[in-house]
């Protein structure tokens, strides 16, 4: 074991001594900190005006920096509201120029829409802001009040095809679902989802370039000889290297998802986090009983868990070709296939429909996988003889995957020491 720690150490003070991984480190996490500060919306600065019951008419001009300071700020007036039948009634009332269903094709009635939008914004910026974040939830007001009865009518929808195993499974998660739920803000949440499964596309590039030559340095160097001659150090240096590219997958993609959370926490601040995560854009349909905080964590351990299989298809590419522009090649292949699979995932989903073992196999993949929609994910699978739901299935397939290919590099590194003795 104490020769096993040296030559752990020593692993990964050659995976961390290389400049490309650390500039890959930087480049990645600076990438996705600035890409976590634009906001879901673009402001470009407004002229707001509103028209008092007494006719006066009040006017101000907000810069971009205002507006965006505003969509932030406002909502938390109203954070540890109960959001009940009072709440949502408060909120009507307090909204003037409500918008109501409009046809928006005729001309008359789309001038109208327009101008109850332009009074209501400038109620809310030049009069009272209060009630500004209950009216964002009013088109989910029946979720939020009538949450249960939405769930069971859609798991007895025929065209959804829920078994009665899965609807049992998830209304029981259901009924520990505390409601009325408490209102707070989610911005900072709701970002980190969208970002996080972004990421998710791009794990494969930052592990290639921190471990891509894990093996293949071996090759260059022409240090096998040495390496072979001891056979007590055959296995023991094999287990060092493995431990080491799955150990540095693993920390350089934390490294990354820790910038983007520090960067959320600096610019949104902690609002939402204990927020039940059914307050989030994403995931409102989502049925576990865990808050935006819990829900973060869970797709924090999906990318990392995704960032290990990584390092598990870099390390046999690398031991197998020889090479690390192979390794780089393949974790390239892999954006792109996820990107072009994220375009024709439905058209994928229709060819494979007729055949459930292809269409199961489609519901592990990285793309339908690694992002927020898994928490809402109603179907479960079952696996010796265990149920389990895709996020439980998930890790489990890519930590078993992970270690297939580990098997995978072991053969390639005994079949380089017999190639030598």
């Not at 293949?216 to 056979?231: D, K, L, V, W």
Request: proline content about 4%.
């Amino acid at each position: 074991m104490k020769n096993l720690g040296t030559l752990f150490g020593y692993e990964m003070k050659k995976l961390w001594r290389r400049p490309m991984a650390w500039i890959a480190l930087i480049l990645f996490s600076g990438g996705f900190v600035y890409y976590s500060a634009i906001p879901f919306y673009n402001y470009y600065g407004h002229t707001y005006t509103y028209t008092m019951p007494n006719g006066e008419v009040l006017s101000r001009a907000y810069t971009q920096e205002e507006q965006a300071r505003f969509m932030l700020e406002a909502p938390r007036l109203l954070s540890g509201q109960p959001m009940d039948e009072e709440f949502f009634a408060k909120a009507e009332e307090h909204i003037p120029a409500r918008l109501e269903d409009s046809d928006t094709t005729d001309r008359e009635e789309l001038r109208r829409f327009v101008e109850n939008q332009e009074q209501r914004d400038g109620y809310f910026f030049l009069v009272d802001p209060t009630w500004y974040g209950a009216y964002k939830t009013l088109v989910f007001k029946d979720w939020y009040l009538h949450r249960q009865d939405r769930i069971k009518w859609e798991f007895e929808q025929e065209w959804n095809h829920f078994t009665q195993e899965e609807t049992a499974y998830w209304m029981q998660l259901e009924e520990q679902i505390q409601q009325p739920f408490i209102y707070e803000p989610t911005d900072g949440p709701n970002r980190l989802f969208d970002v996080l499964g972004t990421m998710g596309f791009f794990v494969s590039v930052l592990v290639a370039l921190c471990v891509c030559e894990l093996f293949s340095q071996e090759r260059r160097a022409g240090t096998y000889p040495q390496i072979f001659s001891s056979r007590q150090g055959r296995g023991c240096l094999y287990l060092a290297k493995i431990l080491a590219g799955s150990a540095t997958s693993v920390l350089a993609t934390a490294i990354g998802v820790g910038a983007v959370i520090a960067a959320s926490l600096i610019r949104y601040g902690p609002w939402g986090w204990g927020a039940a995560i059914q307050l989030c854009l994403y995931v409102h349909s989502c049925s576990f009983p865990i808050t935006a905080r819990q829900g973060i964590l869970m797709l924090v351990a999906l990318v990392l868990v995704y960032a290990l299989l990584c390092g598990a298809i870099i390390s046999v590419v690398s031991m197998w070709s020889g090479s690390g522009v192979a390794a780089l090649a393949v974790s390239a292949g892999l954006v792109g296939a996820q990107l072009l699979l994220l375009q024709q995932m439905w058209i994928l989903e229709m060819i494979l429909g007729a055949v459930p073992v292809l269409q199961e196999a489609l519901a592990y993949l990285p793309v339908a996988l690694v992002n927020a929609g898994l928490l809402t994910q109603k179907k479960l699978t079952h696996f010796f003889g265990l149920t389990l739901n895709y996020l439980q299935a998930g890790v489990l397939v890519y930590l078993a995957v992970s270690v297939l290919l580990a098997a995978a590099c072991w053969l390639g590194w005994r079949r380089k020491a017999v190639g030598r003795v």
